[in-house]
């Protein structure tokens, strides 16, 4: 497979204005019937010929201007149909066959639990007709889907129904039109027994909006978290941003496979069943939390992506990045903003910073790809959001919502680029971005030596911030970026921010400072006494920060920080510190001593000083053993894994009673919501239960049995089961395992969670019960969701996956190959932890390294050869 550049991008030469469809549904006969309105580009030159996609597809009719064509007319290979000679304007109509039941790729048109649906974006829609698949071609649609009245009796298509109505041997049709041009890859279809829950919206200028939710009948109970967060994005982005819906009519499908999360789809968002589906007995607040971010980020779409779409996939952050950074504002607004905050930024530093570090790091903006579905990534995701994140800091919010308006008006209905975007805030804002653009071009991530002085005499304080970014693949030397570090100095004697003072200029109490050179030096001048520096507030640039904080100025940043985040942070870091002695300490055989700072933070922690309970939660928990992992040079699991449950299980020892009485303090029997203070008791409960079952408390565990016994609900549930199944107490865990798969044996989403809790436990006997677990009947290779929850969960236990005999490697290799045949974008986004190899002892770099030479040998898909090749490279 070659590689496309983003220098070759070159202009379609012909536009798609108009696109009908005809389907007749049949599970392993579909015919797509086509007829395409195409004109000529006007700067294209005459003799340019018609290229159109297609793949997987059996071509069965021809026609130019209703005249057939013969194979001497076109060339068709397994990816392209070619047109040498067509006129300026002509109807290109196509009849094609395709075979839903076997695509189990999940890409095109397939069927999933007998219900036909689509998945076009990114390049599906060729495996649907011949087409110019490809982003810059727009045009408005109109679908006919037939299918058998008994089996689909719901037919669903973009836009607004027009016409129905009954069809000869027990079939009927459903024509439906978008009068909104739009990309093939926005295109979507859903057949199938559905049933529907059915709501209204009056949007801000008054016009009548109906929202149905449609889903299986077993399902009509766990949708009206979903339609509601609907509503709330739906306000949210009409008084934040003054995006209006733009159809009579916006509908959400749930379906069991799915390789993402869900798909914006003009009109007709198709969901995993996982990200739209909640009820109290079978979801946790995780899940409630996650349906509503992702409604509201599929919504935020319809102007972030739809209106206004990307020009080529190289763009395709312009959609991704500002619609995640418009979603994390939503949930934030909604929510508690400082848990969202923290949350985002833990899971971004974690799993953002290790894709930065290894062999597939790429910009924001990619300027080569050999397959584009690997490149829906958190890079173009999460970090494209801190760009935006970065840009609203930058400008303010009143300058970045004036830009936000440009770019929607100016851009409406086009297929733009990052420029256009960026180039709109510099236009609103007078603002100079030229250096700021680097955030796209350049991967890895900048890391920040920061050093500080107090110069008693002159009452200032220095400080000097370096900056450097690694080199990344195919980037040996990276430029200085523009970071805006937001900070404040906070004086030891009085525990307050104190007032920053630059070059004679007043900068209040919390001030952004700007980092564009290499090496820069800011003087702080009148500062009235020693200060510790709050750096990098509220995470204000995605860059690792290094400043030689000691134990005293953490602990004294963990209470007096004004920041929020930064006092959250403070407690991360000096847990780290403490971490980081145990780990030396595990390696080197040294009896492990816990440091006593850590317990009194803790102790201090837990006493009062913090009243938002789920920002205490927050606080309360430890790294996770993947953020302590990537702070080290060499991945030492063992050690990781000893010393943070020595830490976990310290601190329970030296503050059991103050535990106790935290569970006792926020135990509820009120109904279940889904509230912020609900989900606050329950997390800050929760954490508390944990320490005490690391330790096998008698009191503990007692409780941890209750609560799994209350069935309260699936919060609740889950992290008892999971505490109970992840101890020791086998005698006390399988019986509530067994009962709790019986239980919901029915329910595939709750099995799921069924299949994760038991592979992630830290006991050495898990590879086993993969293997024994891939047999059972509620999984399915073929079903990502199952996938992910089993062997996705288990690549992520990493005393078990990176167990030494190098059986974890394998069994993922093993997986990786039948998925490749299978389902080649899931197999590609499974292989991420090997080819992280390079962070390992030698031993297991070796073990990673055969498994990776193992899939190479393998007839590849371009999307797994993909990643292989940038791994082993
Ligand atoms: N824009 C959607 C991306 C997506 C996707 C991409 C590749 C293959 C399958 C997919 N399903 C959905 C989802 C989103 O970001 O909103
Ligand atoms: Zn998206």
């Known amino acids: ?196 829950v059915e709501d209204r919206f009056t949007t801000m200028s008054g016009r009548q909006v109906a929202l ?112 995640v950074f418009r979603d994390q504002c939503f949930s934030a607004d909604t929510n508690s903003a400082p848990v969202k905050r923290i949350q985002d930024v833990s899971f971004f530093r974690t799993a953002q910073f290790a894709e930065d570090a290894g062999p597939t790091a790429h910009p924001i903006r990619p300027d080569h790809f050999i397959e584009i579905t690997n490149f829906y990534t958190l890079t173009i995701y999460e970090k494209g959001a801190e760009v935006v994140r970065m840009l609203r800091n930058l400008l303010g919010w009143e300058d970045f919502r004036r830009g936000s308006d ?118 702080f001048t009148d500062v009235a006494e020693a200060p510790v520096p709050s750096l990098l507030r509220d995470f204000s640039a995605p860059v690792k920060l290094h400043f030689p904080y000691s134990r005293e100025d953490l602990a004294f940043l963990l209470t007096h920080d004004s920041d929020g985040f930064n006092r959250w942070d403070a407690g991360q870091r000096l847990a780290m510190l403490a971490l980081d002695d145990l780990i030396a300490a595990h390696r080197n055989g040294v009896e492990k001593v816990m440091d006593s700072r850590v317990v009194e933070a803790f102790r201090t922690l837990l006493t009062g000083q913090v009243s938002d309970k789920a920002v205490l939660a927050e606080m309360l928990t430890l790294p996770s053993e993947a953020y302590i992992a990537e702070q080290q040079p060499i991945i030492d699991v063992d050690a990781i894994h000893a010393a943070r449950e020595f830490v976990r299980q310290s601190l329970a020892m030296a503050l059991r009673d103050e535990f106790i009485a935290i569970y006792n303090d926020n135990v509820s029997d009120e109904p279940y919501a889904p509230t912020p203070e609900q989900i606050a008791q329950r997390s800050l409960k929760n954490v508390a239960l944990a320490y005490l079952m690391s330790i096998e408390d008698e009191q503990g565990l007692a409780l941890c049995e209750a609560q799994f016994a209350a069935d309260h609900n699936m919060t609740d549930v889950r992290h008892a089961l999971t505490l109970l199944v992840h101890s020791d107490r086998d005698d006390l865990a399988s019986p509530a395992l067994k009962a709790f798969g019986q239980k919901w044996a029915h329910d595939p989403l709750v099995m799921d969670q069924w299949f994760t809790i038991q592979v992630t436990r830290p006991q050495l006997d898990v590879l086993e019960r993969v293997e024994y677990l891939m047999q059972h009947p509620a999984f399915s290779i073929k079903n990502p969701n199952k996938v992910r929850a089993l062997v996705g969960a288990f690549a992520q236990n990493r005393v078990n996956f990176h167990r030494l005999d190098g059986k974890g490697y394998a069994l993922l290799a093993d997986v990786v190959i039948e998925l490749n045949r299978l389902n080649p974008e899931i197999a590609a986004r499974l292989i991420t932890p090997l080819t992280r190899w390079q962070r390992f002892d030698e031993e297991r770099q070796q073990l990673m390294r055969e498994q990776l030479e193992r899939i190479k040998r393998e007839p590849l898909s371009s999307n797994v050869f993909e990643v292989v090749e940038k791994a082993l490279a």
């Open 406 to 523: 440009l770019y929607f008006e100016r851009f409406d209905g086009q297929a733009v680029t990052i420029e256009d975007f960026v180039g709109c805030m510099a236009e609103v804002s007078g603002a100079d971005l030229e250096q700021f653009m680097r955030w796209y071009s350049q991967a890895g991530t900048p890391e920040i030596d920061a050093r500080g002085e107090y110069d008693y005499a002159h009452a200032e304080y220095h400080l000097t911030l370096r900056q450097r970014t690694p080199a990344t693949p195919g980037q040996p030397d990276k430029l200085p970026l523009h970071i805006p570090v937001r900070m404040g100095l906070v004086g030891t004697k009085s525990g307050k921010d104190l007032p920053l003072t630059m070059n004679g200029e007043t900068l209040g109490k919390d001030a952004v400072i700007h980092l564009r050179e290499y090496e820069q030096t800011f003087i």
């Open 1 to 196: 497979p070659q590689p496309v550049y983003l220098s070759d991008y070159q202009p379609p030469n012909y536009q798609v204005t108009h696109t009908e469809l005809t389907f007749d549904l049949d599970p392993t006969a579909t015919r797509v019937k086509a007829r395409l309105m195409i004109e000529r580009h006007s700067e294209a030159s005459d003799d340019a010929p018609l290229v159109l996609n297609g793949e997987h597809l059996t071509l069965l009719k021809l026609a130019l201007d209703g005249s057939p064509l013969t194979e001497a007319d076109y060339r068709l290979n397994d990816e392209t149909l070619r047109i040498e000679d067509v006129p300026a304007a002509f109807i290109l109509e196509s009849e094609v066959e395709i075979a839903p039941s076997s695509n189990t790729a999940l890409e095109g048109l397939y069927q999933s639990n007998g219900m036909y649906c689509t998945q076009c974006e990114a390049e599906g829609f060729r495996r649907i007709t011949y087409y110019p698949d490809r982003p810059d071609v727009m045009a408005t649609f109109k679908v006919t889907v037939i299918g058998n009245a008994t089996s689909e009796p719901v037919l669903l298509a973009n836009g607004n129904p027009v016409a129905q109505g009954a069809l000869e041997n027990g079939r009927h049709f459903v024509t439906w039109e978008d009068p909104h041009p739009k990309p093939c890859y926005l295109f979507a279809l859903v057949a199938g027994d559905l049933h529907k």
């Open 212 to 323: 149905q939710l449609w889903v299986e009948q077993e399902n009509l109970d766990k949708t009206e978290h979903a339609m509601a967060s609907l509503k709330r994005a739906m306000v949210w982005d009409e008084q934040t941003y003054g995006r209006e819906y733009d159809l009579d009519l916006f509908m959400i499908v749930a379906v069991n496979d799915f390789n993402m999360g869900a798909m914006e789809n003009k009109g007709l968002n198709i969901f995993n069943s996982a990200a739209v589906l909640t009820h109290s007995n079978t979801a946790t607040d995780a899940a409630f939390q996650n349906v509503e971010g992702i409604v509201a980020h599929e919504y935020f779409h319809n102007w972030s992506g739809n209106r206004v779409t990307c020009r080529d996939w190289f763009q395709l952050s312009l959609k991704e990045g500002f619609t």
